[in-house]
């Protein structure tokens, strides 16, 4: 089964989590233009490599965190806080 | 080669030594009229119906692994029809049509098995939703009967119906319309046909960029067998629509997911109907061979990985013995997963891109099997004619910036 680390309570099973999708979307001025508010709605990068998302640790502390994760191979290769910016070196790196 | 009860007999008398491949293997030429990517049921199919609905052979499908290889070969086989809304009913049911007559069509036996699809309702509100649902379909011109308690247990002797059942069944409704059909066969069928028309499946072939020309049309596909021309493309590739628009250069409002099945060792009939239980998360058909073939909700977190999380698997075969107790004691044989391409409506996206020439076919999520032989005339239609057949209007792209959405989360059974 898939571990994921929780910040606060360290490795744990990946059912104790929800995953809440792309992380980093930030919601454009409310007089964006329709294509603007449906790119921001709708559209994503969905890649197939290093994906920065959120997740909550629903069934245990409660806390939300980002990680960045591999979509092939499901490694998490950083973990780091909702406010933070994801690590420089992982920013646009896509396979 | 045409295939018959004849055929057989007179194969058997030369000791079978007479049968060809279904399909030739060629090398792709360096130019094509259409080229369409991915050689799934989809695509397969639009190359079918190009072919034969608008007389354009000079065909290609390029397939990055093997013909059928994807969501084609990995799903739960299921076909039916049981939508909301009069948009996805026509749509599906189009499908469903094309499907009845599909072996005669292509002189493959696709193994149609119309079985009947039953929802099971486990509680009053199930009830009040499925009366809803089917009232929905009869308001669209599709049947749908609905069930009391006793009709489920009589038609599906195998589940729980015992005061003590842990979920218990109040009622259901079924599309009798509704089965199954052998998922390869419709990948087999439709590429035998395609390349008797003279359409070349160029199998191991991995796109690997888009050309175009200084107005932004796309002009060729640059391959792992090299440039091929052409100017009007196709794509139909399911959980990978992203990968490929990326390369194209646009967006898609896609989110890729796996989506397990598994299948139990084989055993002797013991359901002979679909039955899908929204409410615990089990989907379960018998294959013709035995197996009880078991389908789920998805992972629920972006993957292209091809493998099933094994807590999804865990609470899929919790749900089914929950509902039926006596399959305990069969064993998994297998367990696989698909790459689904989700979006938030849960219909499809069947039409142009940003890219002139460049035309997709996806956004199936978790039902693109039922869909494959709409999905494959639709996409040949508007790759021949330049424009959308009236049945894909609704479902553009488009709709993600006017907000007309096309809601079926709810007709895809299984909440995902």
């Known amino acids: 089964m898939m571990q994921l680390p929780c910040p606060l309570c360290g490795p744990r099973d990946e059912w104790e989590f929800a995953c809440g999708g792309t992380t980093h979307i930030s919601r454009p001025d409310l007089q964006a233009s329709d294509a603007a508010w449906g790119e921001y709605l709708f559209f994503r990068d969905n890649p197939r490599g290093v994906h920065l998302e959120r997740w909550r640790h629903t069934f245990g502390c409660g806390n939300w965190f980002n990680i960045a994760r591999h979509t092939v191979t499901h490694e998490v290769l950083a973990v780091y806080g909702m406010g933070e910016p994801p690590p420089a070196h992982l920013r646009s790196e896509r396979s | 080669m045409r295939y018959s009860a004849l055929a057989l007999v007179r194969g058997a008398l030369a000791a079978h030594r007479n049968w060809t491949p279904a399909w030739r293997s ?19 199919a639009a190359a079918y119906y190009l072919a034969r ?43 469903l049509k094309l499907y009845e007559g599909l072996s005669r069509e292509l002189n ?11 929802m099971l309702a486990h509680s009053r509100h199930d009830l009040e939703s499925i009366a809803r649902w089917a009232n929905a379909m009869h308001m669209n011109g599709i049947q749908a009967e609905l069930l009391n308690r006793e009709q489920v247990g009589e038609l599906i002797p195998a589940l729980d119906m015992s005061p003590q059942a842990r979920y218990p069944v109040l009622g259901g409704f079924m599309q009798r319309r509704g089965g199954t059909a052998r998922h390869d066969a419709v990948a087999w069928g439709y590429a035998r046909a395609a390349d008797a028309l003279g359409v070349d499946i160029i199998q191991n072939c991995e796109v690997t960029g888009f050309a175009k020309a200084a107005s932004g049309a796309v002009t060729g596909i640059e391959t792992s067998l090299g440039r091929i021309q052409a100017t009007r493309v196709g794509i139909a590739v399911a959980g990978h629509s992203s990968v490929l628009a990326r390369l194209a250069g646009f967006q ?108 997709i076919n996806c956004g199936w999520g978790t039902g693109g099997f039922k869909a494959i032989p709409a999905g494959g005339w639709l996409l040949a239609h508007v790759l021949a004619t330049g424009r959308n057949h009236e049945l894909a209007e609704p479902f553009q792209l488009e709709r993600f910036v006017s907000g007309r959405l096309i809601d079926e989360a709810a007709a895809s059974g299984i909440a995902h």
Not at chain 2, 79 to 92: D, F, G, K
């Open chain 2, 252 to 359: 898609l409002p896609v989110t890729s997911y796996a989506l397990q099945a598994m299948v139990t060792e084989p055993v002797k009939p013991a359901l002979d109907k679909v039955v899908i239980s929204p409410g615990t998360g089990a989907y379960v058909s018998q294959s013709d061979k035995g197996e009880m073939v078991i389908g789920g909700g998805l992972d629920l977190f972006p993957s292209y990985a091809q493998r099933g999380s094994f807590a999804v698997l865990q609470s899929v075969v919790a749900a089914t013995l929950a509902i039926f107790p006596s399959f305990s004691r069969l064993r998994l044989m297998r367990q696989w997963a698909g790459i689904v391409d989700v979006v938030h409506d849960s219909s499809p996206i069947l039409g142009p891109t940003p890219v002139p020439g460049l035309y």
């Open chain 2, 108 to 118: 493959f036996n696709i193994m149609l098995s119309q079985r009947g699809h039953i």
């Open chain 2, 53 to 95: 609905n608008h007389g354009i052979r000079n065909v290609a499908v390029l397939e990055r692994g093997w013909l059928g290889g994807g969501n084609t070969g990995r799903n739960t086989t299921v076909v039916r029809s049981n939508y909301l809304y009069p948009e996805s009913a026509r749509l599906y049911d189009f499908a």
């Open chain 2, 26 to 44: 060629p090398e792709p030429k360096r130019a094509y009229d259409i080229v369409i990517v991915g050689a799934g049921g989809h695509g397969l």
